[in-house]
Each structure stands twice: as structure tokens, then as C-alpha cells.
T-cell receptor, first 115, second 113 residues
Framework: AQTVTQSQPEMSVQEAETVTLSCTYD???????LFWYKQPPSRQMILVIR??????QNATENRFSVNFQKAAKSFSLKISDSQLGDTAMYFC????????????FGEGTQLTVNP | NAGVTQTPKFRILKIGQSMTLQCTQD?????MYWYRQDPGMGLKLIYY???????DKGEVPNGYNVSRSTTEDFPLRLELAAPSQTSVYFC????????????FGDGTRLSIL
């Protein structure tokens, strides 16, 4: 079974600075998909970024980028130029390549952006 | 642009009561999921469905039942509510292709007293 570990329950960063959230996972699969979701106080689950394991290039979405290290089974999220609206719980999630497979979530990291 | 719609948003139940959480999506997604999120925790899968008439258990299915009679709807039923089922429940849907993300509803906050 796959497991996803987020070792930082809470983090804080000053507005406009850069912060990196860690995520590691355990799997015997070779092809899979990784996601970061954001959950603000409104409780909505919002997709931030995704990465296909077969792609060597790290995914980037505006201020959000990942550092995907397949051999190390690591998938960290970097947020540049942090904004107050980035304050949220961030979840790392893993999905197998098999169609219909479910997401396995980490426990989350609460990020607070301070003014 | 409705996406995934969950009703109700909030509900308080007494121990032993039953209720159905409704979930509907208008994106023609074959895959639908029910998760629960306990305070300060990640999401755990309760049940999922890969198409109308097909459902399967997730990590924490005890105390719940589901049905999938149409592509659009995936209700979750709680029988004999217990305090341990106090949680926030999320419904999600996705396309068949596994690299596509799941789209989530806004959640239902359920308290069992």
C-alpha cells in the first residue's frame, strides 16, 4: 500500500518570501501521479499543481513549483513570493497509474503567511 | 459551472439516527469518491465508484453505504450514526484518465451528538 508523509505539521513564512513544503511517499510502482492540494479556511480542496512520475521536468504553475526526486521518493512544493492568500492547509497526494485508482493523502501542512 | 455539489453543508444528528449525504456532479465524470476529514488530519477514502452500478470500499467504509444509480449522483448513507462519525465529508469526481485531478465539492460538516 502507498503511504504519503508530510513531516511538517505547521510552517510560517513572511509575505513575499519563499517557502518549501516537504512530502515523501512510499510505493513500488514505477508510473504514478503526484498532486498538491490547498485547503483554505473555506475548506475547499483546490488543486495547486501535479506531476507525472514519468516526466523528469519539474512542474511549475506561476508562483508554485515542485522539486520531484523520483529515486528519493520526494515531492516538495516551493511557493515563491508568498501572499497572504496562500495561508492554508496543504496536502500532498499520490495516485497510481491504474484507472480508477484513489488518491492517498498526507496528513497536511498548515502554512501561515505573515504580513 | 456547478462542478461537484454537496448537500447539506451542515447537519447535526443524534446518536442512532440515519441520514443521506447527497453528491451530484455535472462534468460527466465516471469516477466518484467519498472522503472524510477528521480535525487536523488528511482525507481518508470511504467509498468510491468507477461508474454507474459499480462501487467499492475504501479505507474506512464501516458504518456507511453508497449507491450509484446514475453517472451524476453518488449519495452516501449513514446508518445508526455514532459520535466517531463526526467529521467533514467530501465528495469528489474525476475523469477516467488517471493523470487528471479530482474535483471536490465544498464539504458537509456533520456532528453526531
Amino acid at each position: 500500500a502507498q503511504t504519503v508523509t508530510q513531516s511538517q505539521p505547521e510552517m510560517s513564512v513572511q509575505e513575499a518570501e519563499t517557502v518549501t513544503l516537504s512530502c515523501t511517499y512510499d510505493t513500488s510502482e514505477n508510473n504514478y501521479y503526484l498532486f498538491w492540494y490547498k485547503q483554505p479556511p473555506s475548506r475547499q480542496m483546490i488543486l495547486v499543481i501535479r506531476q507525472e512520475a514519468y516526466k523528469q521536468q519539474n512542474a511549475t504553475e506561476n508562483r508554485f513549483s515542485v522539486n520531484f526526486q523520483k529515486a528519493a521518493k520526494s515531492f516538495s512544493l516551493k511557493i515563491s513570493d508568498s501572499q497572504l492568500g496562500d495561508t492554508a492547509m496543504y496536502f500532498c497526494a499520490f495516485r497510481r497509474e491504474t484507472s480508477g485508482s484513489r488518491l492517498t493523502f498526507g496528513e497536511g501542512t498548515q502554512l501561515t503567511v505573515n504580513p | 459551472n456547478a462542478g461537484v455539489t454537496q448537500t447539506p453543508k451542515f447537519r447535526i444528528l443524534k446518536i442512532g439516527q440515519s441520514m443521506t449525504l447527497q453528491c451530484t456532479q455535472d462534468m460527466n465524470h465516471n469516477y466518484m469518491y467519498w472522503y472524510r476529514q477528521d480535525p487536523g488530519m488528511g482525507l481518508k477514502l470511504i467509498y468510491y465508484s468507477v461508474g454507474a452500478g459499480i462501487t467499492d470500499k475504501g479505507e474506512v467504509p464501516n458504518g456507511y453505504n453508497v449507491s450509484r444509480s446514475t453517472t451524476e449522483d453518488f449519495p452516501l448513507r449513514l446508518e445508526l450514526a455514532a459520535p466517531s462519525q463526526t467529521s467533514v465529508y467530501f465528495c469528489a469526481s474525476s475523469q477516467t484518465v488517471p493523470n487528471q485531478p479530482q474535483h471536490f465539492g465544498d464539504g458537509t460538516r456533520l456532528s453526531i451528538l
